[in-house]
């Protein structure tokens, strides 16, 4: 008989003690130009991260302009006074960085990942697509053009076109929120390099900007560095604009975007709630989490599991915008799809989960799964530079202290099932919701009117 061979396994390797772990605290100053600055160096963080933000807020945009301040953000890395956008772009691929940029309600803002080793001669190249944009009208006319060639394809976009409709219903005509972040055809048409020279120099200086730089700072004099840098950027001292306070009618109704012949119905259901500077952030953000922050949540377990409507449905809250007074609101939305035939039936069970959330309240195990996934992903979510600079950034668009996302994790750990359960169902009111559908109006808007969730109102696509 033949004797079984034998295996030898190695030892089952065995948990090791858990690191004590808390969000960076960065380390604030302030430049000769006015330029604040915050850094937090990160040992081992090889690539370097710096965020830069600009006090310059859609709600500044001219008249009819809307739009210029998403081409300015494009335009700095389109040439300077000392590189073409050719060589603009080839010095920074030289240095193996990479520049993006956008612009939101609150501001404009840079971002940029280089190397340790190449920071100084990145953060040159930042400096000067700060200090001396050349807005060619070649370069700007370019930028112009592709925009123009980008909305119609948001439009045909129907998660995009859903969120078009529902921030012109929430806010009010004359409210920059109300209108496409980055303009319409008429506004975008109307742009040319000496509107967004304009807009540059009226809102972009260093006495009301903020740089934050995260990564391995070791052997790196940032104090020189950025000094000769972006120390060198010269600009009028200004006081940080007004930020206009944020209204919003979330009155209950329904608007139909008719998509004739769609096979799917995209929905968002939204309303402007708490942000960041309200004490019930916390439980909102766990309570949002619970209703529809993953696979596990409440309405994935009836829409997808239970009833096979969607691939998957999403509850979150958004920072809209901030002031420093501590006002300030933030986009509290459900979105998903769900297939035609099922867009009422899939309502009408969306709405049954929020009503039986107000009634029974969420189970405390739901409340423990929420919170070891929230808090403990923490430590994987920051372990690149690029995602400590982000959020140190939007603390300082938002207002907040530099502490606020370290305490953040400490309340969220501490916050009870009845405090989330208050808070979600406050966040999300059955009868203050606006729900947009784009869709087959035809086939949906009658199933959709009789669950008496609001009135509804059919509108073309555009």
Sequence with gaps: MTELATMDFHPQPQPGEARPWAFPAPERGTLDNGLTVLRCHRPGQQVVAVEVLLDAPLDAEPAGLDGVATIMARAFSEGTDRHSAEEFAAELERCGATLDSHADHPGVRLSLEVPASRLPKALGLLADALRTPAFADSEVERLVRNRLDEIPHEIANPARRAAKELSKELFPASSRMSRPRQGTVETVEAIDSAAVRSFYERHVRPATATVVVVGDLTGTDLDALLGDTLGAW???????????????????????????????????????????????????????????????????????????????????????????????????????????????????????????????????????????NLVGVAPLKFETAAAVASTLADQVEQYLPDDYQATLYQRLAATGTVEATAAVVNAFPVDRLVTILVGDAAQIAEPVKALGIGEVSVVPAE
């Design 234 to 372: 010269t600009g009028e001292p200004a006081k940080p604009r007004p930020v206009p306070p944020v209204t919003a009618d979330d009155t209950g109704r329904v608007i139909v975007v008719d998509r004739p012949g769609a096979v799917q119905t995209q929905l968002l259901i939204g309303r402007v709630g708490a942000d960041r500077h309200d004490r019930v952030w916390s439980a909102q953000v766990l309570g949002t989490y619970c209703l529809g922050g993953t696979l596990t949540s409440r309405l994935d377990r009836v829409l997808r599991e239970e009833k096979g409507y969607t691939y998957g449905v999403r509850a979150f809250g958004q920072v809209l915008r901030s002031a420093p007074d501590g006002t300030g609101a933030a986009m509290l939305a459900i979105s998903g799809s769900v297939d035609t035939p099922n867009t009422g039936p899939a309502l009408d069970d969306l709405w049954k989960v929020l009503r039986t959330l107000a009634a029974e309240g969420l189970t405390d195990a739901e409340r423990d799964v929420a919170v070891q």
